[in-house]
T-cell receptor, first 110, second 115 residues
């Protein structure tokens, strides 16, 4: 059983489109995250939710909107995609101090 | 604000040789420290972590790391590298403030293993 899963694994789309990435964890954790890994492999936090409540919102364009329908799910919707949004997006969930990551969604904007 | 430095962008070692990947952090207190590994095209897998106590921590796949407060370092080691260890390695520092906790990552070290 996969602990943190993401769909889709790959996403190729045109500039200007809107797309969503979904994340689910079956670990029973209350806190979930979205991270972005750029082309140089640098990882940076975007958002964090605790039990459906947004608790961390880094400097991210408001074209990015996270949504947590319940504490096991955290989705990321991106409006008006730009070339610079091409990256790998990782979902993670946390117990105490430790975060566990999903396999990533590789987004390519053409 | 905390920061993490991994001075080595790319390291090449021969299979069977020993390995040490360097990590230095900047933080006002004792942080939580982590090493993650990312194999090509894969997600991030937790190798090991340090919170408190014994400064030498053991992880999966034969890796260990040593926390040295005086040097603000948390270097990752393995006595004998296997070809399957070729991957990107990330050091991270975290802290916990109530329910808000986030990780700050280093820029990663790419490990290449020659046969």
């Amino acid at each position: 059983d996969t602990a943190v899963s993401q769909t889709p694994k790959y996403l190729v789309t045109q500039m200007g489109n809107d797309k969503s990435i979904k994340c689910e964890q079956n670990l029973g954790h209350d806190t979930m995250y979205w991270y972005k890994q750029d082309s140089k492999k640098f990882l940076k936090i975007m958002f964090s939710y605790n039990n459906k409540e947004l608790i961390i919102n880094e400097t991210v364009p408001n074209r990015f909107s996270p949504k947590s329908p319940d504490k096991a799910h955290l989705n990321l919707h991106i409006n008006s995609l730009e070339l610079g949004d091409s990256a790998v997006y990782f979902c993670a969930s946390r117990t105490r101090e430790t975060q566990y990551f999903g396999p990533g969604t590789r987004l390519l904007v053409l | 604000a905390q920061s993490v430095t991994q001075p080595d962008i790319h390291i090449t070692v021969s299979e069977g040789a020993s390995l040490e990947l360097r990590c230095n952090y900047s933080y006002g207190a004792t942080p939580y420290l982590f090493w993650y590994v990312q194999s090509p095209g894969q997600g991030l897998q937790l190798l090991l972590k340090y919170f408190s106590g014994d400064t030498l921590v053991q992880g999966i796949k034969g890796f260990e790391a040593e926390f040295k407060r005086s040097q603000s370092s948390f270097n990752l080691r393995k006595p004998s590298v296997h070809w399957s260890d070729a991957a990107e390695y990330f050091c991270a520092v975290g802290f916990l403030t109530g329910t808000a906790s986030k990780l700050t990552f280093g820029t990663g070290t790419r490990l290449q293993v020659t046969l």
